[in-house]
């Protein structure tokens, strides 16, 4: 790639170079082990009619070796030599072990296993081999995962199912599309790092948000709870979500939904593999409409008549200019279960969304007339091989290149109130604007990791992130910022080393921060004319951490984890959006010390009652704080600043009931302690540089929830023998203590607190055919609270979703 800044050029040969060289050292670490030959072991799976067991689990006791079998129930699986006991596994089938001797160089074929049905399903979920939900869950570092596959037939998008998880809280800014603060264990925003198969996903556009996403398109969904594992490359401050695709090889799942607000969802998810040679084609693609013009409560401010500029009293009104509509194709070409590859896959994702402005960054602000629009084009590669050159070495990579473009239109000479009462301006709604940015990013990431021994086992990761951005106007074309350089490369290495035995798991890691920015800033001229020019800025940065876990007892297990991290300012943060945020290239990365420890613990009551618990403590003591600056007052126009040291102390814990798989419960709660430890606040603009004493020193940070939790309950009727036909009936209640929109130590009025609040939500399910066809009913905040979210913003009331699914897994 060509960068025009002669420093960014020197800096990033300079970090290349160091980064070849690290390589080097790594192969030269790999290629001294692999004198040690492995041998291969395979087999076919079946039940006990001989059919193909597919996804079972198939893996070495003692070692972090596991496979799942493919659509014909075969499996393969190399490991250095030595004497192994072979598991395998499969929910709702007994678990079987077989000793098996791998000699170097050699095939050992095991023929046809055969799995029995497991007489009781939820005695064998406690025996048999761990699923990949239970696995992820049981690393040490904290970690809750999501099994998606519970949540195909709910209309509920992404944002929605994590919102439900201990230590995860969403704030919306309203229904569906809308822009959205994901907060974990306190931190938020660009905080958190989002991933797509372990593929960043920091400026793949609106479009590509969570709250797009149906659940029907993942599998599972990780949350990485502060310490992340370096596969995982970013420079996530406090924790990150990982969207894991679904992997079955031949499947149709087609949904479409309709609801309250003139809602609709719509979503296609494909995959066909021949199974001779291995070619590859998977699809998504998903649509999403809504009118969004939900009822909220208001105190409108007159524009016409003798109480013109007067607040009238609180009445009920629609929200008027809030539409939504968004596309997203995913198309994916390839092979896989080839000689030199296990997967290579060459796609692209077309996205696209168009979104009205109905408020600002608070309710007080209305408009008629704005409008967003976004749309990205992203070509894809991915590869992967294990065993690549020599045995237990292997290498994933993924490429993409992402073109954006994101219109922000503000034309419209009427300024509007929520009673739709306009009056004339002279120029639009704010400030006249059809501001166009064209973002470029090229993306690369890389993973290689190699078996050492049995027990041990070394991976690097790197991740390189190159984001440009070109802005135009033509209601401002001679707008001398243009011409200036938007543009911010950021890189991300680790390497770790993992122990895995039979009762205890430990890593430690290293990782390499490396952030080449380039923007401008304006700069005192003495005059009326504003005077900018360039800046540029490049920072480094290294962290480490480790994580071990411990099983106590077999159904007792005890993690602690710690990471001494850092995070660097987004393209957003620096660069501003060109709507609400302006750009602050001063912008500092945040730092920050995260310390977790918890503990798992299951059990059976008479093989029938299931019982999990799960409890957590988490610290965190960030430096140089990112956030949008509070102090400002106008709501539409604000900017990223660091505010110094804050601190978070914080428990979570959650308790699980599990009955014959058929009435389930959970409970989670949330407790966190976010108090700002800086005693004074430096604030620089083109006067100078001021320094005055923080008022809230020792205080919670604002606007921030601080005790929140969740509840589940539901029944499943199995009707036809065998779960042909199941009716499912589910409850949920959302719980958020009352938290404060500004200090609180500063005074209060009836503006300065969001309240307690509580959503009740139902839903009914009837499956046919063992889920071939799909009948939900759902309703949300079956009560019809006033729900709210940052700066008061009113949440949708009572709302109705009705969803048809059909899916068939050939």
Request: aromatic share 12%.
């Amino acid at each position: 790639m060509a960068f025009t800044n002669s420093n960014l050029k020197y800096n990033i040969s300079k970090y290349t170079a160091s980064s070849f060289v690290f390589v080097l050292l790594l192969c030269h670490v790999f290629l001294s082990h692999a004198q040690q030959l492995q041998g291969t072991v395979y087999g076919k799976i079946t039940d006990n009619e001989n059919m193909a067991l597919e996804n079972a689990i198939v893996s070495l006791k003692g070692t972090t070796i596991n496979v799942t079998t493919n659509s014909n129930g075969e499996f393969i699986i190399s490991a250095a030599p030595g004497n192994y006991e072979l598991w395998v596994s499969l929910v709702g089938h007994n678990r079987k072990s077989i000793k098996v001797t791998i000699e170097q160089g050699k095939e050992l074929s095991l023929g046809t296993i055969t799995l029995g049905n497991s007489d009781n399903d939820l005695k064998e979920l406690q025996v048999q081999g761990k699923t990949q939900v239970r696995e992820k869950k049981e690393q040490a570092f904290n970690v809750n995962v999501i099994d998606a596959k519970q949540l195909y037939n709910t209309s509920a998008d992404l944002n929605q199912a994590l919102n439900k998880t201990s230590g995860v809280r969403i704030r919306e800014d309203g229904g569906l599309g809308s822009n959205f603060s994901f907060s974990l264990n306190g931190f938020s925003g660009k905080q958190v790092k989002f991933f797509l198969d372990g593929i960043p996903m920091d400026n793949f556009g609106s479009s590509l948000a969570l709250n797009n996403f149906p659940v029907n398109m993942a599998e599972r969904v990780e949350v990485y709870k502060g310490v992340l594992p370096i596969s995982l490359g970013a420079d996530a401050l406090g924790g990150a979500i990982n969207l894991v695709s679904r992997s079955n090889p031949n499947f149709t799942d087609i949904s479409y939904g309709y609801g309250s607000f003139n809602t609709h969802k719509a979503s296609l998810n494909y995959a066909y593999t021949h199974a001779k040679t291995g070619f590859t084609v998977r699809t998504n693609a998903f649509y999403n409409f809504s009118d969004n013009n939900y009822k909220v409560n208001i105190r409108p401010i007159a524009l016409i008549g003798p109480q013109a500029g007067q607040r009238g009293p609180e009445q009920e009104v629609n929200r008027f200019h809030d539409g939504y509509e968004s596309a997203t194709v995913q198309l994916e070409l390839g092979v896989t279960g080839k000689k030199y590859a296990d997967k290579l896959l060459f796609g692209v994702i077309a996205s696209g969304n168009e979104r009205d402005i109905q408020t600002g960054v608070t309710m007080d602000q209305v408009f008629g007339g704005r409008t967003a629009e976004s749309s990205s084009v992203i070509p894809t590669l991915k590869y992967k091989k294990s065993n690549l050159f020599i045995n237990g070495l292997d290498l994933s990579l993924y490429t993409a290149y992402n073109m954006g473009e994101n219109r922000f239109i503000d034309t419209t000479r009427l300024k509007y109130n929520w009673l739709q009462e306009t009056i004339p301006t002279s120029t639009a709604e704010l400030s006249r604007s059809q501001l166009k940015n064209k973002d470029k990013e090229g993306l690369i990431t890389a993973n290689l990791a190699y078996q050492l021994h049995e027990n041990h086992a070394l991976s690097y990761n790197y991740v390189m992130t190159d984001f440009r951005r070109k802005s135009s106007d033509v209601e401002d074309p001679q707008n001398v910022t243009f011409l200036y350089p938007q543009q911010l490369n950021k890189q991300v290495m680790g390497l770790a080393w993992q122990s895995t035995y039979d009762k205890f798991t430990a890593t430690a890691f290293s990782k390499l921060y490396l952030l080449d920015a380039n923007s401008f800033e304006r700069v005192p001229n003495g005059t009326a004319v504003a005077t900018y020019q360039p800046l540029s800025t490049s920072t480094s940065k290294l962290g480490y951490g480790v994580a071990g876990a411990y099983f106590i007892l077999p159904q007792l297990q005890a993690k602690a984890s710690y990471e001494h991290t850092y995070r660097m300012p987004e393209a957003v943060e620096l660069l501003g959006d060109g709507l609400y945020t302006r750009r602050n290239p001063a912008l500092k990365p945040e730092s920050s010390n995260n310390l977790n420890v918890g503990a798992l613990f299951s059990f059976n009551l008479q093989n029938d009652h299931q019982f999990g618990v799960e409890a957590n403590y988490i610290f965190r003591n960030a430096e140089d704080y990112i956030r949008l600056d509070q102090a400002q007052a106008q709501p539409v126009d604000r900017q990223y600043i660091n505010i110094g040291n804050v601190t978070t102390n914080g428990v979570e814990g959650e308790i699980r009931y599990n009955w014959k798989n058929k009435f389930h419960a959970s409970v989670n709660l949330t407790y966190q302690n976010i108090i700002d430890k800086e005693k004074f606040l430096t604030s620089t603009n083109l006067t100078g540089t001021t320094v005055s004493p923080n008022l809230g020193y020792g205080y919670r940070i604002p606007n921030m929830p601080y005790l929140f939790g969740n509840a589940d309950v539901g029944y499943t009727f199995n009707e036809g023998g065998a779960g042909k036909n199941a009716l499912s009936l589910n409850y949920s209640l959302n719980y958020v203590e009352k938290y404060y929109l500004t200090p609180n130590h500063l005074g209060l009025n009836n503006q300065d607190d969001i309240p307690r609040q509580i959503a009740h939500n139902i839903m009914a399910n009837y499956a046919v055919q063992q889920g071939k066809y799909n009948i939900s009913l759902e309703c949300r905040n079956l009560a019809d609270n006033n729900l709210f979210d940052s700066y008061r913003l009113q949440k949708p009331g009572r709302s109705v979703f009705l969803k048809l699914r059909y899916f068939i897994n050939q």
